[in-house]
């Protein structure tokens, strides 16, 4: 059975850092096959916002390139995203995600999210 657990979210002040984890299990978690993501409360609630997402051109959002990286410790199996001068408008639940076809395009595994908050 395939768990991915995030963790490392919370509150912070903008121009603070944080660095999220995702930590696998019953899967080999990769930065080259896998994403982050945001979901934002309010009316879109339910919708994903990819933050990061894996590929012949990884992809990085535009409001967070030079700010956010991505890397991984494959001993623990644990991709991590180091947030840098966070804005409020980071705020929202973050989910990483696995693929299980590394050259397709679905995500087949979802964590459940950990909460960043970020004050301006």
């Known amino acids: 059975q395939v768990r991915l657990v995030e963790s490392g979210g919370g509150s912070v002040q903008a121009g603070g850092s944080l660095r999220l984890s995702c930590v696998a299990s019953g899967y080999n978690i990769r930065t080259d096959c896998m994403g982050w993501f945001r979901q934002t409360s309010g009316k879109r609630r339910a919708e994903k916002i990819p933050i990061y997402t894996s590929g012949t051109r990884p992809y990085y959002a535009d409001s967070v390139k030079g700010r956010f990286t991505i890397s991984q410790d494959t001993a623990k199996n644990t991709v991590y995203l180091q947030m840098d001068n966070l804005k409020p408008e980071d705020t929202g639940l973050y989910l990483c995600?696995?693929?299980?076809?590394?050259?397709?395009?679905?995500?087949?595994?979802w964590g459940q999210g950990t909460q960043v908050t970020v004050s301006s």
């Open positions: 995600a696995g693929r299980r076809d590394c050259r397709g395009l679905e995500f087949a595994y």
